[in-house]
């Protein structure tokens, strides 16, 4: 079983790592051979060489076990886990939810991350700025058209009045503005005193106008203040309830997608969080459901600031080394763990990738 496990670990890391020569190096009888799968911040297959939490984590605890370890990277989480399933290695490690369905073909150390599913949604929008989005073509073109009313409002008065008070006592040229201005002061402050109305028609005009004003400028006010309301509630999301309106992703088999289905939300699923997050950071989902460190990783990465992430916590979850059934390894690394956990090893490997204010639940 030794030599096939070997094996296996080779060819699999020479698939993933072929510059490493796993081949020519071979394996030590006695190494942990733990699978592994790409999951920023826990672990990461960059420059050929695995890092990130959990890696640093499985680490520091073969070094208590006092065995060698070697690192078999898999394409998909699924093959991580088929590889616990199939005893073709020693372990795996990542970012592995404890769940009864997997509990039921494989055993788990203790917990070695807490953590739940949150929500990743765009930064919001400021009101200015959804202000700005509103003002589409038809409010547009209403506030166009009042401004006509009111530019022909003023010179109709230009008319009644000229001869009869000197403020509309000009030439037609210079009358234009003033006339204007007039009537937006009669529509908005209700009007000059000083320059109330002398002739008949002037008067009845002015009235009428006033009276008019006072449905245009609410028809006005309310189709903005409407507009604005609207997409505030169609951006704000405070719970999971607020994304069936909304083009959801996830990575496909995962604890999230099984959440969402079981909440009959709508979803994408998608290969991998590289795939899943490209798909929101391109605009093409409004919204991603998955592994709060996960997803508040990407946040503290998104230089742009175009990302935020609901501080609610959805379905609480414990992430655990995976092991074979029955493995005799269980024993050990869980007494490895809780000796990190009281040494501060454990915690000083949180505060490394996670920060300083950073706590599990």
């Known amino acids: 079983m030794m030599c096939l496990r070997a094996l296996a670990v080779i060819l699999l890391a020479c698939a993933v790592f072929p510059d490493r020569g796993f081949a020519q190096d071979g394996i030590a009888p006695d190494a942990l051979v733990f699978a592994t799968v790409d999951r920023p911040p826990f672990s990461k297959l960059e420059d050929g060489e695995p890092s990130g939490f959990s890696i640093d984590l499985m680490q520091a605890i073969a070094l208590r076990l006092d065995r060698p370890l070697v690192f078999a990277p898999q394409p998909q989480f699924a093959d991580m886990l088929n590889a616990v399933r199939d005893e073709a290695v020693d372990g795996a490690i990542a970012n592995i939810s404890i769940t009864a369905a997997r509990e039921s073909e494989m055993d788990f150390s203790l917990p070695i991350f807490e953590s739940g599913l949150q929500i990743l949604l765009p930064k919001e929008d400021s009101t200015l700025k959804r202000l700005v989005g509103v003002l589409n073509g038809d409010i547009l073109t209403l506030g166009l058209l009042a401004l006509g009313l009111l530019f022909a409002g003023g010179m109709v008065m230009w008319v009644f009045e000229r001869g009869r008070q000197p403020y509309f006592d000009r030439p037609l040229g210079d009358a234009m503005f003033p006339s204007f201005w007039w009537a937006l002061n009669l529509v908005v402050n209700g009007g000059f005193e000083e320059r109330m109305p002398m002739s008949r028609f002037g008067r009845v005009f002015a009235v009428l106008l006033v009276i008019s004003s006072l449905f245009i400028v609410s028809v006005f006010v309310a189709t903005i203040t409407a507009a604005v309301t609207v997409d505030a509630i169609q951006e704000s999301v405070d719970s999971i309830n607020d994304l069936d309106s909304r083009q959801v992703v996830t990575v496909s088999g995962s604890t999230s997608a099984d959440f969402l289905a079981k909440r009959d939300i709508s979803f994408v699923g998608y290969d991998s969080p ?40 959805y379905r609480p979850e414990s992430y655990g080394i995976a092991l074979p059934e029955g493995s005799p390894l269980r024993e050990e690394i869980n007494r490895a763990l809780l000796a990190l956990r009281e040494d501060g090893s454990y915690g000083a490997l949180v505060k490394k990738w996670f920060g300083q204010g950073f706590r599990t639940q």
């Open 274 to 313: 590289d795939q899943m997050l490209a798909a929101f950071a391109s605009g093409r989902s409004d919204a991603v459901v998955f592994d709060g460190p996960i997803l508040a990783y990407y946040v503290l990465e998104d230089a742009a600031g175009n990302s935020r992430l609901i501080d609610k916590v």
